[in-house]
């Protein structure tokens, strides 16, 4: 059985989250099977806040352990140390205050945190799995290097009208370390950029975009007329939008490096697969918990069903 990992190359799919550690929850053990049965691990996840507003705010996790055992050869985890002293060290803003709380630079990778809810409908969400700490040198903030295949361009609406803001919405399909697909959604083309990003990309190319995470803050919403005393305003809700600030050159077709269209057929179909098994499971409680991998197809993606 073919998989996307034999069709394609380990696309950049970087993100860096700069801030402070709002929350943070670790936890420590030992593998219970397997080769590497007895080795010491620690997981940890939490949030850290990269802007003055609180809705600047993301969510991390990382799982190491200490070494693995393959084919009886032990390997050693250079990372593990430096990861238990950093986690044991971590001071959060919900344990302490801003001031306190431990400031960090992250260098994460998006993956999938899919999951059923309680109202038993599935949710495709993204999360940022950790690959190193580093100190903070420079400001605070959040960006991401994501190449792929781009699956969907589309003009962005509001209200109940729909009327465009002269802004695109992009959908770019990355992968992870195992070659798993990853959807990366909502990519906003800023109105600047829109004729330039028509000009030069379309679906089925292969990519690489360069993207910040920038607050959209909600709008005061006005006073309502009439009334007695003292009335308040409410703000908007405000929220996170990751918005294009540049990419490379598209990929030719016949580039080795970009993504053909039995990769992405075949990684549509290993990513159906999982979700079609997360749906049948249920809603599991929690948030994201019944997420995982899928190694083998239980469905396969018509061609219709690609975006090209």
């Known amino acids: 059985m073919q998989h996307m990992s034999d069709n394609v190359k380990q696309m950049t799919n970087k993100v860096v989250l700069t801030g402070k550690v709002t929350e943070f929850e670790k936890r420590v053990g030992t593998i219970s099977s397997g080769e590497s049965k007895g080795a010491p691990y620690i997981s940890f996840k939490g949030k850290i806040q990269f802007g003055e507003h609180?809705?600047?705010?993301?969510?991390?996790?990382?799982?190491?352990?200490?070494?693995?055992?393959?084919?009886?050869?032990?390997?050693?985890?250079?990372?593990?140390?430096?990861?238990?002293?950093?986690?044991?060290?971590?001071?959060?803003?919900?344990?302490?205050?801003?001031?306190?709380?431990?400031?960090?630079?992250?260098?994460?990778?998006?993956?999938?945190?899919?999951?059923?809810?309680?109202?038993?409908?599935?949710?495709?969400?993204?999360?940022?799995s950790v690959a190193f700490i580093n100190d903070v040198d420079g400001e605070y903030g959040a960006t991401a290097d994501v190449e792929g295949y781009i699956s969907q361009i589309t003009p962005e609406t509001r209200g109940e009208d729909q009327n465009e803001t002269g802004r695109l919405r992009v959908t770019v399909l990355t992968n992870d370390f195992f070659g798993n697909i990853i959807p990366v959604k909502s990519i906003i083309v800023p109105a600047e950029l829109r004729e330039a990003f028509e000009d030069n990309y379309e679906v089925g190319q292969t990519a690489k975009l360069f993207i910040t995470f920038e607050l959209h803050k909600g709008e005061e919403k006005?006073?309502?007329?009439?009334?007695?005393?003292?009335?308040?305003?409410?703000?908007?809700?405000?929220?996170?939008?990751?918005?294009?600030?540049?990419?490379?050159?598209?990929?030719?077709?016949?580039?080795?490096?970009s993504y053909s269209k039995e990769a992405v057929r075949i990684g549509m179909s290993e990513r159906k697969a999982k979700l079609d098994?997360?749906?049948?499971?249920?809603?599991?409680?929690?948030?994201?918990?019944n997420s995982g991998s899928v190694s083998k197809p239980k469905a396969v993606v018509a061609d219709d069903d690609i975006p090209f």
Request: aromatic share 8%; glycine share 8%; with cysteine.
């Open 54 to 128: 609180k809705a600047m705010e993301r969510s991390f996790e990382r799982f190491v352990q200490e070494y693995s055992v393959r084919e009886g050869k032990k390997k050693e985890n250079k990372a593990y140390e430096r990861t238990v002293e950093w986690a044991n060290s971590v001071k959060s803003v919900a344990d302490s205050n801003w001031e306190e709380a431990t400031e960090v630079s992250l260098q994460c990778s998006f993956a999938t945190n899919d999951y059923v809810n309680a109202e038993e409908k599935l949710v495709e969400a993204l999360k940022c």
């Open 222 to 257: 006005p006073k309502k007329t009439g009334g007695i005393g003292v009335q308040r305003t409410t703000d908007g809700k405000s929220y996170v939008e990751m918005i294009l600030t540049g990419a490379d050159p598209a990929m030719d077709e016949d580039d080795k490096d």
């Open 277 to 289: 098994e997360l749906k049948e499971k249920g809603y599991q409680g929690g948030k994201g918990k």
